[in-house]
């Protein structure tokens, strides 16, 4: 039972000497969310330590206690709290122009969203609003959603591209999301969405759309530094999978990782490709088949699974999750963070959504947005757990057990933050809320 606490209580490394640590946190029953035996990977009442932006020491509080009074570490008192890992969006748009709140109004009259979209609406419209719009306005409107994400807890956001669909508003979006790892204590990964939906001046030439997205747009951008990895909307109403395999080898050719947007509407194969492309990621799957899931299994490709787009669609047909998790598949969940399909900026809703929409376990979601969304992003030796040497990015919660993340409805218990071993502000959470604990509406 005991086989994880042990290890990571037993975690030291060199480059981090008994007791040289900058800040010792105490107390808190830690949700390391580690694959071992233990729920969560639950330590009760222990203790983390940090040196610089990395986790130094996990173990015992009293351990910890007559170390920190050793060499006079400050100490944080966080008993009663629990402590996760810092949460992780890995599928965000997060950066657009304009907002889709007609389109909402239109959906709910009957009209369907791939009928908005083949009349011009959709996508589209978000790119006109997304190419009129000014540096500041798309950087002052992805901070307030960044924001939102991360008064829960989160401290690494994926966010793409795929709203500019020209090279000059694409690069604006990318250079925007780096823009925001400076303004905010958050970590971000970019995507560049090169195929996400063809844009009205190349409407009588796709084959050169997907050649300028794939050869000279690509190029540049990853030139410039912006491209983390690249992603490819693989759907009929979007992008085939011959164009999205063209963009994927055009990636391949410069190192670049993938994610692929597969089986939101449909089955065509798209997991299928991905998993032959290695790709980091195959994201929605509410349609997928068995070949499908067994072909992301052996990939080792992370299922990302965006239950706010199924729930905004009204869509029928649920992620094959039980197909998934019988197959292998390691699991994430995330916002998907847009203006037309997923208007979500709570990552703790994604959670709620995906335990009663699609029928996840607490703790399956709660490693969707830990572990296995760090995974999806290609950052397994770098965050997603509380493990020694890991980049010491954390939360911390007013719960009674880890389950109770998942479980509410518009709560947020997150009392503190600390993100590359720096604390952040709360200036949004239950900590300025007196609670009695136990009680939580
Ligand atoms: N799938 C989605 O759910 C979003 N993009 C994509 O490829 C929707 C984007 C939008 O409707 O604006
Ligand atoms: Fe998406």
């Known amino acids: 039972?005991?086989?994880?606490?042990?290890?990571?209580?037993?975690?030291?490394?060199?480059?981090?000497?008994?007791?040289?640590w900058?800040?010792?946190?105490?107390?808190?029953?830690?949700?390391?969310?580690?694959?071992?035996?233990?729920?969560?990977?639950?330590?009760?009442g222990a203790a983390l330590a940090v040196k610089g932006?990395?986790?130094?020491?996990?173990?015992?509080?009293?351990?910890?206690?007559?170390?920190?009074?050793?060499?006079?570490?400050?100490v944080q008192e966080v008993g009663g709290l629990w402590m996760t890992p810092g949460l992780i969006d890995c599928h965000t748009h997060l950066i657009f122009g304009g907002d889709r709140v007609a389109e909402f109004e239109q959906r709910l009259c009957g009209v369907s969203y791939e009928e908005i979209a083949r009349a011009?609406?959709?996508?589209?419209?978000?790119?006109r609003a997304t190419r009129g719009a000014t540096h500041e306005s798309l950087r002052a409107s992805a901070a307030v959603r960044a924001r939102r994400l991360m008064s829960e807890g989160v401290t690494t956001i994926e966010v793409k591209s795929g709203?500019?669909?020209?090279?000059?508003?694409?690069?604006?979006?990318?250079?925007?999301?780096?823009?925001?790892?400076?303004?905010?204590?958050?970590?971000i990964k970019t995507t560049y969405l090169g195929l996400h939906a063809l844009p009205p001046e190349f409407r009588a030439d796709r084959a050169r759309f997907v050649s300028e997205v794939s050869g000279p747009w690509l190029d540049t951008l990853a030139a410039a530094g912006l491209v983390d990895a690249v992603d490819a909307f693989c759907e009929t109403i979007a992008f085939s999978l011959a164009e999205t395999e063209q963009f994927l080898r055009a990636a391949e050719s410069l190192g670049l990782?993938?994610?692929?947007?597969?089986?939101?509407?449909?089955?065509?194969?798209?997991?299928?490709?991905?998993?032959?492309?290695?790709?980091?990621?195959?994201?929605?799957?509410?349609?997928?088949?068995?070949?499908?899931?067994?072909?992301?299994?052996?990939?080792?490709?992370?299922?990302?699974?965006?239950?706010?787009?199924?729930?905004?669609?009204?869509?029928?047909?649920?992620?094959?999750?039980?197909l998934l998790r019988e197959a292998g598949v390691?699991?994430?969940?995330?916002?998907?963070?847009?203006?037309?399909?997923?208007?979500?900026?709570?990552?703790?809703?994604?959670?709620?959504?995906?335990?009663?929409?699609?029928?996840?376990?607490?703790?399956?979601?709660?490693?969707?947005?830990?572990?296995?969304?760090?995974?999806?992003?290609?950052?397994?030796?770098?965050?997603?757990?509380?493990?020694?040497?890991?980049r010491a990015d954390f939360a911390l919660?007013?719960?009674?057990?880890?389950?109770?993340?998942?479980?509410?409805?518009?709560?947020?218990?997150?009392?503190?933050?600390?993100?590359?071993?720096?604390m952040r502000r709360q200036n949004f959470s239950d900590a300025e809320t007196p609670m009695v604990r136990g009680v939580r509406v």
């Open 53 to 74: 932006d990395r986790i130094a020491w996990i173990g015992e509080a009293g351990a910890a206690r007559d170390r920190a009074a050793a060499r006079g570490v400050p």
């Open 330 to 390: 390691p699991i994430a969940v995330a916002t998907d963070c847009n203006p037309g399909t997923s208007p979500c900026t709570s990552i703790l809703l994604a959670l709620n959504m995906a335990c009663t929409l699609f029928g996840l376990t607490p703790e399956e979601a709660l490693s969707g947005a830990t572990r296995q969304a760090a995974r999806a992003l290609g950052l397994r030796d770098e965050a997603g757990t509380l493990e020694v040497g890991k």
């Open 257 to 322: 990782p993938a994610h692929v947007h597969a089986g939101q509407l449909s089955d065509m194969g798209g997991a299928e490709l991905a998993a032959r492309h290695g790709a980091l990621s195959a994201d929605h799957l509410e349609y997928v088949s068995r070949e499908g899931a067994l072909a992301l299994a052996a990939a080792g490709t992370v299922a990302v699974l965006l239950p706010g787009a199924y729930y905004t669609l009204r869509q029928k047909q649920p992620p094959p999750v039980a």
């Open 397 to 422: 919660w007013q719960i009674e057990r880890p389950a109770e993340l998942c479980y509410g409805l518009g709560a947020n218990p997150c009392v503190g933050v600390v993100h590359g071993g720096k």
């Open 22 to 44: 900058d800040r010792v946190w105490i107390g808190a029953d830690i949700a390391t969310m580690t694959a071992g035996a233990e729920p969560y990977g639950s330590i009760k």
């Open 163 to 187: 709203y500019g669909l020209e090279l000059a508003t694409e690069k604006r979006l990318l250079e925007v999301a780096r823009g925001l790892a400076d303004e905010l204590p958050v970590s």
């Open 120 to 127: 011009g609406g959709g996508i589209q419209s978000t790119v």
């Open 1 to 20: 039972m005991q086989r994880q606490s042990r290890q990571s209580a037993g975690q030291q490394v060199q480059n981090f000497p008994d007791g040289d």
